[in-house]
């Protein structure tokens, strides 16, 4: 499908929605502020954050736009409501914009917020951010600079209305009130603890925002707002969990296997937290794994039973893969692993190591876990093959170093059985680090591997899954928190 066709589908989409909405003449509620404005970068694609143009159209009131050669002094050029996008595009070094056949020069610097005599409300439809059925609507203003010649593009605005778009894309919202409150009071200390690091330990800052859009951060916009989820915005309004006095780390991730992991185990470069230890989310079962027998026995047992993480499809899965696949997909992973992550990436011995340009993986031997967590996570493995040993730590290294994915290997789809009786065809990586395997071997020699894991992300902090169980269990909110971050505070924030 061509540019100029999904443009015209967006235009026609979005002029269809604006003569539905002169008729009404009523914008959306504006949800209870906080006075907390917050800087969101937004993403052009997976890891990708400059954009090329862009077309945005102002709806419900009518929006101002203004450019400058600082952020400091911008001066407003033209504003707009209804009159088709308005085209953002980089000529001469330059932002440009174009609307109905006439072009502004703005300067190195350019905004889209609400004209002066706007009531609340405003909102912007983005072209490029079009999502499977339904246009993201942003709140707040768009700041536009220049990088490499293309342009960057900052949401800001205030944080519960950020929590709204936020609530929705992290956490399913028919999971129970308790447990909604609980991811907002979660995401909101997350953002919070964002917004007031400073530039050496925020790389977003770089971009002038707070943090990014995506999954790396907090998901933002992937679903509209929900009204149970906009309730456990409103209803926690300024909440944030507080540690001897300052914000927390409030990480959190989808489904744990039955435990979750303190954080210097999954992130050894991280310090340890006292709030952010492993804590077994089960009852009356306990979760203590010494063993790879045990390891295997654990992640074999697919009864949701007494696991507060039961309900998710990613509780248990399993994964086949020929020691074939094995090879054609640590031969790409490993070399890839050892640029990106040099300090987590060894050679024990070989000749060859994998950032090497003659590196070759030979015929894999097997694989062998040299550090678990209590709760089962893989933070060392050693793999072992004909022409060298090679180590790999940190959660995150494994669960990309076995990719899942036709894409590594050229052969046919490669399937992830879910608890729930659904397959995956080629996940992009290993769900979580919770796993143990089974070999198929003859004449001694490796045949297959099948991975019987569990959980669903890195296991530091709150478990999404976790949470809605314990709500169904009749749990608070505050219960709920204090379960996943013992020893923390709910505090509110003076000016909210």
């Known amino acids: 499908m061509s540019r100029m066709y999904l443009s015209a589908l967006f235009a026609c989409a979005v002029l269809s929605a604006l003569s539905f909405l002169r008729q009404a003449e009523t914008p959306p509620s504006p949800s209870p502020l906080s006075g907390q404005g917050i800087r969101v970068l937004l993403s052009s694609g997976p890891g990708l954050y400059l954009f090329d143009s862009l077309e945005v159209i102002p709806l419900y009131e009518r929006a101002q736009v203004w450019g400058g050669a600082s952020p400091q002094n911008l001066r407003p050029v033209f504003s707009s409501l209804g009159d088709g996008p308005i085209r953002f595009t980089v000529e001469d070094g330059q932002i440009r914009a174009s609307v109905l056949g006439r072009s502004y020069d703005l300067g190195a610097f350019a905004k889209a917020s609400p004209s002066p005599e706007a009531q609340p409300g405003t909102r912007f439809l983005i072209g490029a951010k079009n999502r499977p059925g339904f246009f993201p609507e942003y709140p707040g203003s768009l700041h536009l600079s220049l990088r490499e010649g293309r342009l960057v593009v900052v949401n800001q605005l205030d944080i519960q209305e950020y929590l709204r778009r936020v609530l929705p894309s992290e956490m399913p919202p028919t999971f129970p009130l308790e447990a909604l409150k609980a991811q907002a009071v979660a995401a909101r200390t997350y953002a919070y603890g964002r917004m007031s690091a400073p530039p050496e330990r925020n790389y977003w800052k770089s971009f002038g925002a707070d943090?990014?859009?995506?999954?790396?951060?907090?998901?933002?916009?992937?679903?509209?707002?929900?009204?149970?989820?906009?309730?456990?915005?409103?209803?926690?309004?300024?909440?944030?969990?507080t540690y001897r006095g300052e914000a927390i780390q409030a990480y959190y991730f989808s489904t744990s296997p039955g435990s979750t992991a303190s954080i210097?185990?999954?992130?050894?470069?991280?310090?340890?937290?006292?709030?952010?230890?492993?804590?077994?989310?089960?009852?009356?079962?306990?979760?203590?794994?010494?063993?790879?027998?045990?390891?295997?026995?654990?992640?074999?047992?697919?009864?949701?039973?007494?696991?507060?993480?039961?309900?998710?499809?990613?509780?248990?899965?399993?994964?086949?893969?020929?020691?074939?696949?094995?090879?054609?997909?640590?031969?790409?992973?490993?070399?890839?692993?050892?640029?990106?992550?040099?300090?987590?990436?060894?050679?024990?011995?070989?000749?060859?190591?994998?950032?090497?340009?003659?590196?070759?993986?030979?015929?894999?031997?097997?694989?062998?876990?040299?550090?678990?967590?209590?709760?089962?996570?893989?933070?060392?493995?050693?793999?072992?093959?004909?022409?060298?040993?090679?180590?790999?730590?940190?959660?995150?290294?494994?669960?990309?170093?076995?990719?899942?994915?036709?894409?590594?290997?050229?052969?046919a789809d490669i399937l992830l059985e879910r608890f729930n009786g659904l397959s995956s065809p080629n996940f992009p990586a290993l769900p979580s680090a919770a796993f143990a395997w089974e070999e198929e071997r003859a004449a001694g020699e490796l045949l297959r591997l099948t991975f019987w894991g569990g959980g669903y992300g890195h296991g530091v902090g709150m478990s999404q899954y976790g949470a809605s169980g314990l709500a169904r269990a009749g749990k608070s909110y505050r219960e709920i928190l204090e379960h996943f971050y013992p020893g923390t505070s709910l505090s509110v924030l003076e000016d909210k």
Not at 229 to 237: F, W
């Open 211 to 241: 943090l990014d859009d995506s999954t790396s951060e907090q998901l933002y916009n992937a679903q509209p707002p929900q009204p149970l989820t906009d309730q456990a915005v409103a209803q926690t309004l300024g909440q944030v969990l």
């Open 264 to 411: 210097e185990e999954v992130w050894p470069d991280r310090e340890r937290v006292a709030y952010l230890r492993a804590r077994t989310q089960t009852n009356p079962l306990t979760v203590n794994i010494t063993s790879e027998a045990q390891a295997l026995k654990f992640f074999k047992n697919w009864s949701p039973e007494g696991f507060y993480d039961g309900e998710s499809s990613l509780f248990r899965w399993r994964l086949s893969l020929s020691r074939e696949d094995l090879e054609a997909i640590l031969s790409k992973t490993l070399p890839a692993l050892r640029r990106t992550s040099p300090q987590f990436v060894r050679t024990i011995e070989g000749r060859y190591a994998p950032e090497h340009p003659g590196f070759e993986l030979g015929t894999l031997k097997g694989l062998k876990v040299l550090r678990r967590t209590s709760g089962g996570y893989i933070t060392e493995l050693e793999i072992s093959t004909s022409r060298g040993r090679y180590w790999v730590g940190r959660e995150s290294n494994i669960r990309r170093l076995i990719r899942p994915d036709r894409r590594y290997t050229g052969g």
